[in-house]
């Protein structure tokens, strides 16, 4: 079971509500997320454009607007080459509208994901060279590319890269690192040696908008706002899908992006909302994360990600309805494929005893390589530690990996980088190529790697306030707005309640998989309460606590008395033009 731990950090909370207006919890809140000081803690709650960082602070970010308005001015052929999951799109269609509205001859390609594999790679290069380019410029890779960047300045393209992933490097005699550079023109990513831009993690989609704020800099078009501010909400849709930490520059991000995309003037954006059943006055980073963005990232998965870009350049209402019913169908049929490779990871996991191992590393060869990632994170949410998951592509084995607390894939990777043809990632997510006979000595040779312990992957449930439900008022749940967007690295707030009882109950939902409750914490107050869980764990919990015939009676509509903790979030249920307090519960014991 997992362990509940109590944040006790400690601050004036009422000196911090005092000043900001806000509730003692809501100020224990924004402590818990080492939000400290005046100016973190107004960026925090009210922080806007104006908190943006200046494109200048990129390294090379001169040097690379420079070569761009060279090339613009010389009429030479641009073309930007990204990758094909949301951050990559987006980081396309932003590079893509930005330099055409200075004017310049650019276009975009999108590698295939079966055919090409990540990133640049030597027949791109050649595409590029015989038709004619002169530029090219990566976005959301590149960084990596070493070789192949080499072999495009042998055939004399000039190359700007833009990416966001982690520098490769060497590991010296001493322990020191040796940072491996692409020999490119110039290297625009925030984690490189010598960048002074303050906020590591941006996604490739805001190292792009930051390229094209800098370049529209110089341009007196009319429209160079209305389009910035277009540009900000796909910057808000990569950060999201690409699971940056919604801490500093790209809270203010999502934030600002979401403001827009609730009024979006973007067709594609539009159409994708409608079609997916999405209000744009609600709209929120979960709607992001877990409907918008698997539809855009579905395409490139089971067939080519241009059709995403397609859809956020398309400027005909019908083309868009038609393309974003389009990509939610993908979605749909990848749905069913990753609840299939799901099952067959879990099953091979048991069967080849690999519980024992602190990384797993499971070789699905039949599994479509695009679902690797997908599934990847279904096996460290149900195992809770890292894992792998390998298929058989048409050049060796293709994998993708997906990170815990305190393991830095990316670096534990590059212990291990002799196995790999091709690798690259962050400390989150990692993808990589290999041949098919180093499968087992990678398993065993990164599970050596590993310094894990026992500790460290026992579930752990991080408590921001023990709160009765008493406490609980309208206005508290309203002021809880004010610290969205959730996501990575300001997550939903967890509080939790001892002794609460629960007095009736009753299964709701198309598929009778949804708990409603009546419940008391002995104040005197009732409320409704919700879970979303697994019924039948929860069942099975319940009968052990107070006994089978317990449960019955609780679902028969007779009253019962059975005690619990929870933890929890507050929401107010609106329905039938009323207004009550609901209680969604997110665990128990």
Same mark, same amino acid.
């Given at each position: ?33 080492? $939000? ?44 930007? *080459?990204?990758?094909?999951?949301a951050d990559g799109i987006g980081a396309s269609y932003i ?30 290069? @050649? ?45 010296? @005699? ?8 692409? /020999? ?19 996604? =490739? ?16 078009? /009319? ?21 940056? @930490? ?22 594609? #954006? ?22 918008? =963005? ?16 397609? #859809? &956020? ?17 993908? +979605? ?10 799901? @099952? ?8 080849? =005893? ?5 990384? #797993? $590393? ?5 599994? %479509?390589?695009?679902? /690797? ?16 998951? &390998? ?5 060796? *084995? ?9 393991? %830095? ?15 690259? =990632? ?20 990164? +599970? ?12 752990? *449930? ?19 707005e004010l610290l969205e967007p959730f996501g990575a690295g +300001?997550?939903?707030? $967890? ?11 009753? *299964? ?82």
């Amino acid at each position: 079971m997992a362990q509940w731990f109590i944040a006790a950090k400690k601050a004036d909370f009422s000196q911090i509500a005092a000043k900001y207006g806000i509730d003692p919890v809501i100020a224990r809140l924004i402590r818990n997320r080492d $939000v400290i000081g005046d100016e973190d803690i107004r960026k925090y709650l009210k922080g806007g454009r104006e908190d943006l960082y200046a494109p200048a602070l990129l390294k090379d970010m001169d040097k690379a607007v420079a070569i761009l308005r060279k090339k613009i001015r010389e009429g030479a052929r641009i073309r930007i *080459i990204g990758d094909y999951d949301a951050d990559g799109i987006g980081a396309s269609y932003i590079l893509l509208r930005g330099m055409r509205l200075c004017g310049a001859r650019a276009d975009t390609v999108i590698p295939h994901r079966m055919k090409d594999g990540y990133g640049l790679n030597e027949s791109l290069i @050649e595409e590029a060279a015989g038709e004619g380019i002169d530029t090219v410029i990566t976005c959301d890779n590149g960084i990596a590319a070493a070789s192949q960047i080499a072999y495009g300045k042998q055939l004399g393209l000039t190359i700007i890269v833009t990416d966001h992933h982690e520098i490769p490097y060497e590991e010296m @005699e001493d322990g020191s690192r040796k940072y491996l550079l692409p /020999a490119a023109d110039a290297v625009v990513d925030p984690k490189r040696e010598g960048c002074a831009y303050p906020c590591k993690n941006i996604c =490739g989609a805001t190292v792009a908008y930051k390229l094209v704020w800098q370049l529209l800099e110089e341009e007196k078009t /009319a429209d160079r706002q209305e389009v910035l501010e277009e540009l900000l909400e796909i910057a808000a849709l990569a950060t999201v899908c690409d699971l940056m @930490e919604l801490r500093d520059e790209n809270r203010v991000i999502v934030k600002c992006g979401l403001e827009n995309m609730r009024h979006t003037r973007n067709p594609g #954006l539009k159409a994708l909302m409608e079609v997916c059943g999405i209000e744009a006055k609600n709209i929120s980073a979960y709607h992001i994360g877990f409907i918008l =963005g698997p539809c855009m990232n579905a395409t490139g998965r089971l067939d080519t990600a241009k059709r995403a870009l397609d #859809l &956020l350049q398309s400027r005909e209402r019908a083309e868009a309805v038609e393309i974003a019913a389009e990509l939610k169908n993908l +979605n749909d049929i990848r749905k069913e494929m990753t609840v299939k490779g799901a @099952e067959e990871a879990f099953a091979y996991v048991e069967r080849e =005893g690999l519980l024992a191992d602190k990384v #797993l $590393v499971v070789y699905l060869p039949d599994v %479509h390589e695009s679902l /690797a990632g997908i599934i990847a994170g279904r096996i460290r949410e149900k195992y809770g530690r890292p894992a792998f998951v &390998l298929t058989k592509g048409e050049e060796g *084995i293709k994998g993708s990996g997906r990170s815990v607390e305190g393991y %830095h894939m990316y670096e534990e990777m590059t212990g291990c980088k002799e196995l790999f043809t091709k690798y690259g =990632g962050h400390k989150m997510a990692a993808g990589l190529s290999m041949q098919e006979k180093d499968v087992d000595v990678f398993r065993k040779k990164i +599970n050596e790697k590993c310094r894990l312990t026992e500790e460290d992957l026992e579930e752990k *449930i991080h408590i921001d306030v023990a709160m009765p439900l008493s406490y609980l008022t309208k206005k508290l749940i309203e002021e809880l707005e004010l610290l969205e967007p959730f996501g990575a690295g +300001n997550a939903k707030p $967890v509080f939790a309640q001892k002794d609460v009882h629960i007095l009736n109950g009753r *299964i709701m939902g198309k598929n009778r998989n949804v708990g409603k409750y009546w419940v008391t914490d002995g104040s005197g107050c009732y409320y409704d309460m919700v879970y979303f869980g697994d019924l039948e764990a929860f069942h099975s919990f319940l009968a052990k606590k107070a006994g089978e015939y317990m449960v019955n009676r609780l679902y028969s509509g007779e009253r019962v008395d059975i005690p619990l903790s929870i933890i929890y979030y507050p929401d107010i249920n609106r329905y039938g033009g009323k207004e009550s307090i609901q209680i969604v519960m997110r665990g128990y014991r």
